[in-house]
């Protein structure tokens, strides 16, 4: 099979000065994604290398920079999620770890729960190695001072540079054939302490499924959790559920249907999953996808939303 891979660094009101930061941070995380899956490496490899560069990029909400809370603290949470098993591992609350998706992934592979936050999940970090970090080193200088002006005047979206977004996630397929989704957001900026949003939620932030897709949504969480947002999509991409190209015309001897079709099924696919958040919560947001063959999907409603997929000629593509 041939592999894919695409990833977001969020959906929101993107300034224009702060395009070209999310376009290259985007492509960045590309780069390494693909350079574990064009040498035949593993999905899950991949997503978590894309991550791990979009985390320690502090244009994204996620990670590094990630908005402070009302305390003035970072809280991070992060998800991935196996396709093939429907197993997932996610952290949440975080406030101590560099890297959330490297103990997501950790959680989904040595933990007997699928789920740990706050506290528990930063000991459980240091059982399996890995190190955890002074508060202060998740800070970012523009963070900090939106949160200053936050502090002291009506929170308003004019003091970031993306108010309630900039989550980060990545959906790949490998040679194998093995689908992971993972997602990682630090918040919205003056969250209550101990909120949890969308991201690390089976189902509403992240989602895999290998008879179906894969799917890592952005925007705002409370919205995306009312209507499952990623397992709406991922059920979305089930012959006959969602797709408008279906006709037998459109399929090969063996049954398959055609690459334009499966392409347009799947972008048909992400928009209506984001048509049903605005018809049903009036809210925004967006989301990436992978259909089971690797043919990729996104849409949004926001302004603008950060993205990028490996064409099928294995070009990179990158939007903001």
């Not at 979305?236 to 099924?265: I, M, Q, W, Y």
Request: net charge negative.
């Amino acid at each position: 099979m041939k592999p894919s891979l695409i990833v977001h660094g969020g959906a929101w009101d993107i300034p224009d000065e702060a395009v070209p930061a999310c376009e290259a941070g985007c492509r960045e995380a590309l780069a390494a994604g693909w350079s574990i899956l064009s040498r035949g490496g593993s999905a899950l490899d991949a997503v978590e290398a894309a991550i791990v560069v979009l985390e320690d990029d502090p244009v994204f909400d996620a990670g590094f920079g990630s908005h402070l809370n009302l305390d003035g603290r970072v809280e991070c949470d992060a998800i991935v999620m196996n396709g093939a098993t429907l197993r997932a591992g996610a952290v949440a609350g975080l406030q101590r770890v560099r890297n959330p998706i490297r103990l997501a992934r950790a959680v989904l592979e040595h933990c007997p729960h699928m789920m740990l936050v706050g506290e528990g999940a930063e000991r459980y970090a240091k059982d399996v190695g890995i190190a955890l970090c002074d508060p202060a080193e998740l800070i970012s200088d523009a963070e900090r001072e939106a949160w200053r002006v936050c502090s002291q005047d009506q929170h308003a979206a004019a003091h970031h540079r993306g108010h309630e977004q900039g989550t980060v996630g990545a959906v790949a397929l490998d040679a194998n054939g093995k689908l992971f989704a993972a997602t990682s957001t630090g918040g919205t900026c003056c969250k209550l302490p101990g909120r949890v949003g969308d991201s690390p939620l089976i189902g509403c932030g992240c989602y895999a499924d290998s008879t179906a897709g894969g799917v890592s949504c952005t925007g705002y969480g409370e919205a995306i959790m009312k209507i499952v947002m990623a397992k709406t999509a991922t059920d979305l991409l089930r012959p006959g559920n969602g797709g408008f190209c279906v006709s037998e015309s459109s399929r090969d001897s063996s049954g398959k249907l055609s690459h334009s079709c499966a392409a347009d099924t799947a972008m048909h696919v992400a928009r209506e999953a984001v048509h049903l958040l605005a018809k049903r919560t009036h809210a925004s947001g967006g989301l990436i996808l992978l259909d089971c063959e690797g043919n990729p999907g996104f849409a949004f409603n926001t302004p603008r939303m950060a993205f990028g997929y490996v064409a099928a000629d294995g070009s990179m593509l990158t939007a903001v």
